[in-house]
């Protein structure tokens, strides 16, 4: 399903919430393979990885530890919010006790979609949202974008996410201007399509493979405002945009980090 990016792991030997399966982490394990083994070792790797050994495998190829991020389903969402903030994650498992047995019950799913979805229906000041642009307000992040071509085989994108710690990269045509962009997503739906020992095809015809529920690649400028940022995002569920100028130049990227960060002081 499009949007899904991570979702919680279960320890049936001690009957405990264990962590989070996302998207950024897969794709780090198969750069990781794809850099030091040969192709057919490392689809061979790829596809044994067994969930119960997960946890030591990303301790041990990468510098970020498996996530245990949660909440107890009666914290506030201000609190929530301030605890998603202050890491790299877009969502956390809400993760109660069993009074029987004393052992985790997950029970749901909170994602920083839901929460400004929430915001967006709720927050009564509508003025104030329409008083400010993206620029004055300082949301996203501008300059120094990586950005790829076309051609750019799906691997070499890969490794940008992996080395620049991002999770979209615009692509451009030859003016430089945006015609699309590939995420992290655009990978699960070629490994749901068995395509690993395809990851040197090029971007443009990975693209192709989007399922039809896809949101779409949406755009918009520093001048717009935080009101019509969120109208977009509740009507598409996107997890970012891309900001452009008046040639669709890409200028910056607005994550749902960024826009939730506005609504939550420190």
Known sequence: MAGIDSTPMWDSEISAYAGMLTTTDLVNLIQYYYANFSLTEA???LNGIQLDNYQELLKR???RTTNTLCA???ETIYDISRRLLSTDYSALALVDEDKETGGDVVVSMLSIYQILNFMAMNFTERKLLKQYSLYDLNIGTYGNLVTAKEDMPVIEIIKLFVENNISVVPILNDEGAVVNAFAESDIMQLIREGLLANLDMPVSKAIE?????????HTCKSTDTLFSVLGIIRKTQLQRLIVVDDDTIPQGVITL????????SE
């Open 209 to 217: 493979h989007r399922p039809e529920d896809y949101p779409g690649v």
């Open 43 to 45: 689809l061979d790797n």
């Open 72 to 74: 107890n389903p009666l």
């Open 61 to 63: 190829y990468r510098s």
């Open 257 to 264: 980090s960024d826009v939730l960060r506005a609504f939550i």
